[in-house]
């Protein structure tokens, strides 16, 4: 099996390409990168080092998808991953459409002309923001938790947001890009007979990943904290009880591997992928925890609503655990603990991530992911 990954010099795409090269025999890993992302470029070497074929390209540009060579499967984890994209004065609204919606054109092109089977990572953040910003929400032990004793809107449970929740918008332009290109993968598959698989993600954590505020903000944090960075709590008063539900990208790897090996030729295609209630925490949770690894550093209160920040996301797995036995192996503790080693040994992981520098940190390519 040839699998072709999108975005592999990323965080999640390398994660994943390590993952599928120690799969086993008869398994190649190749992929492509735009390398625009501070750090990613450290990640290539490391890549190239274990046999992965790594080429510059740009899922926008069609012709740079021309000369590829056919792969069996294409996941496509190459995306603008902000919910903050278009709107925050650092990428434009074109900018963001041609990214991530006319790239997964360009790639779903890509697997008609060579018959191959199609992944798409899409997001949690194809869920209406209007309904998500009504739920029933109480504070228990710094966490916003779900008010079992209240009403829920249809596709919501204890154990968190299913399939069925509305993705009626306003959803962000980022989640219009992710849910229209779940239409389009879906669409190909059926109108081309080639298989397509799509995955609502949650929030990926590990260590090694490049965090920013707007996203992989469990890294961020963590660096952020241990380096006495300036932190705040933004929104819901200024006191960091919003939750999100965590997972690693290894565990989504043994989900990806099942459904490209499956032998379904109909049925669900779309599936809720995170850690779940077990795996959910605050962001005051969060900061206890750093606390307890690093000392205390306390985030500064600001109380600003924002139009795409939401109190409480936590994804339901339950589809994707009937259908392939599929649940997340890492706690979130152990999650923490891999991150944490990873802010001890690079203390200089912010500017990489903001593309300060790469020097120090490709110390990183050699150590251990996982």
């Given amino acids: 099996m040839k699998i072709l ?8 795409g390398s994660s994943l390409a390590r993952w599928f090269q120690a799969a086993g025999e008869g398994v190649s890993v190749c992929g492509i990168d735009n390398l625009i992302r501070p750090g990613s470029e450290i990640n290539r070497p490391q890549l190239q080092s274990m046999g992965i074929e790594v080429w510059h390209a740009d899922v926008r540009v069609a012709s740079d998808l021309e000369n590829l060579p056919r ?15 278009g709107v925050d004065g650092r990428s434009s609204s074109r ?25 798409l990572l899409s997001s949690s953040r194809v ?14 032990e710094q966490a916003f938790r779900l008010d ?9 449970s204890a154990e968190g947001i299913a399939e069925t929740f509305s993705v009626a918008p306003p959803i962000s332009l980022y989640g219009s890009t992710r849910l229209a290109s779940e239409i389009l993968a879906l669409e190909y598959g059926c109108s081309f007979q080639f298989p397509v698989w799509v995955n609502r993600c949650g ?19 963590m660096h952020a904290h241990a380096a006495r960075k300036p932190l705040r709590y933004i929104g819901f008063g200024g006191a960091g009880y919003q939750v999100r539900d965590v997972f690693h990208p290894h565990d989504l790897a043994g989900l990806l591997w099942s459904q490209m090996n499956s032998s379904q030729t109909g049925g669900e295609r779309l599936f809720n992928i995170g850690g779940g209630a077990g795996n959910a925490m605050s962001l005051a949770e969060l900061t206890a925890i750093c606390d307890a690894y690093f000392g205390p550093h306390a985030p500064e209160p600001d109380g600003r609503e924002r139009p795409f920040d939401l109190p409480w996301i936590v994804m339901d797995s339950q ?13 979130l503790s152990a999650i923490l603990e891999e991150i944490a080693g990873h802010v001890r040994r690079h203390p200089e992981w912010l500017d990489v991530s903001e593309g300060k520098t790469i020097r120090p940190a490709l110390e990183h390519t050699h150590a251990r992911c996982g």
Wanted: aromatic residues 10%.
């Fill in 319 to 331: 589809k994707a655990a009937g259908q392939f036995g599929w649940k997340p192996e890492r706690p």
């Fill in 71 to 85: 792969a069996d499967w294409v996941i496509d984890a190459a995306a603008n991953p902000s919910v903050l994209a």
């Fill in 203 to 221: 929030v990926l954590a590990g260590a090694g990943q490049f965090g920013t505020a707007e996203q992989g903000i469990v890294s961020y944090w």
């Fill in 5 to 12: 990954i999108t975005g592999i010099c990323g965080f999640v």
């Fill in 148 to 156: 079992s004793g209240a009403v829920l809107p249809p596709g919501l």
């Fill in 127 to 140: 869920y209406s923001i209007a309904v998500l910003a009504r739920l029933p929400i109480k504070i228990e």
């Fill in 95 to 119: 900018q963001l459409m041609e990214h991530n919606l006319q790239g997964t054109l360009n790639l779903l092109e890509y697997a008609k002309r060579h018959a191959a089977g199609f992944v």
